[in-house]
């Protein structure tokens, strides 16, 4: 059984008030860049992107991050996983960046993603936005940003579609019974 938790007004609005909160808690855009985890987390790192820059002005850098062989979980996995494109072509060093990724869950793609992360450099802070918090976590990770916390149970899945191959924006809840 799968049910909507959020339209693409529900989900324009929480990148709305993400963007705010990114703006507000760094008291500006200086200094600060987006990376984007593949695949959902770069979408959204670019809509938080756009709409940072059309609230402050000036540009934002915005970057692509591949976590796959970052992963504790690759070697047992039954399928060869599909490897994506890491693309940050500018310097994290000293600067505040924002990790974005669609959903929150365990916490383990989220480590995997600061591992790859300092391969790139030494940020002076690491900040974290998600989309969707949906609890259960097994590391001691939390969300600076979350555009909703959904109460799930640990054996359901939480699929989110961001207009990609002229899909309309949606995050649907598919119960794991």
């Known amino acids: 059984m799968s049910k909507e938790i959020l339209d693409s007004d529900d ?45 402050e002005g000036g540009t934002i850098d915005v970057g692509a991050l591949d976590i796959t062989f970052y992963r504790d979980d690759i070697h047992t996995k039954a399928e060869q996983p599909v490897v994506k494109r890491t693309e940050i072509p500018f310097t994290i060093d000293n600067k505040t960046v924002v990790l974005v990724d669609d959903v929150l869950f365990t916490g383990r793609s989220i480590r995997a993603a600061m591992d790859a992360l300092v ?24 969300a600076d940003y979350a555009g909703k916390n959904i109460p799930t149970s640990f054996n359901d899945l939480v699929e989110v579609t961001l207009g990609e191959d002229s899909r309309k924006d949606k995050a649907v809840l598919i119960s794991g019974q």
């Open 11 to 55: 989900i324009n609005r929480a990148i709305r008030r993400i963007a705010h909160e990114i703006i507000e808690k760094n008291r500006g855009m200086q200094n600060l860049c987006l990376v984007g985890i593949q695949k959902g987390g770069v979408i959204l790192a670019g809509r938080l992107a756009s709409q940072i820059q059309s609230i």
């Open 119 to 142: 391969d790139f450099g030494r940020p002076a802070h690491i900040q974290l936005a998600v989309l969707i918090d949906r609890g259960h976590r097994e590391l001691p990770i939390r």
